[in-house]
Nanobody
Framework: VQLQASGGGLVQAGGSLRLSCAASGRTFSSYAMGWFRQAPGKEREFVAAISWSSSNTYYLDSVKGRFTISRDNAKNTVYLQMNNLKPEDTAVYYC???????????WGQGTLVTVSS
């Protein structure tokens, strides 16, 4: 099983990025998927998650209204649209698949997002 994350990069504050995570080797259409992030010197934290049917989404309070998670089960892919980015959003972003409560069964390799002020 592989989760290939992409879309990270350097952006100015107020800018936007769209992260993608394509899964292979297993179909995750029946499971929740999501994104976590880890800033330098900090622990990994939850950012967003989406249920298998896309009917439910969950967000870290500090990203609500700025980030939108979505998925395309036909492509086995989850997305994170990030708008109005802030320097404090700088982190390595990891996609996660088969999320069951606090347990994540599969992790992607991470993609770096750097927001300059």
């Amino acid at each position: 099983v592989q989760l290939q994350a992409s879309g990270g990069g350097l952006v100015q504050a107020g800018g936007s990025l769209r992260l993608s995570c394509a899964a292979s080797g297993r179909t995750f259409s029946s499971y929740a998927m999501g994104w976590f992030r880890q800033a330098p010197g900090k622990e990994r934290e939850f950012v967003a998650a989406i249920s298998w049917s896309s009917s439910n989404t969950y967000y870290l309070d500090s990203v609500k209204g700025r980030f939108t998670i979505s998925r395309d089960n036909a492509k086995n892919t989850v997305y994170l649209q990030m708008n109005n980015l802030k320097p404090e959003d700088t982190a390595v972003y990891y996609c996660a698949a088969e999320i069951r409560g606090v347990v994540v069964e599969y992790w992607g390799q991470g993609t770096l997002v750097t927001v300059s002020s």
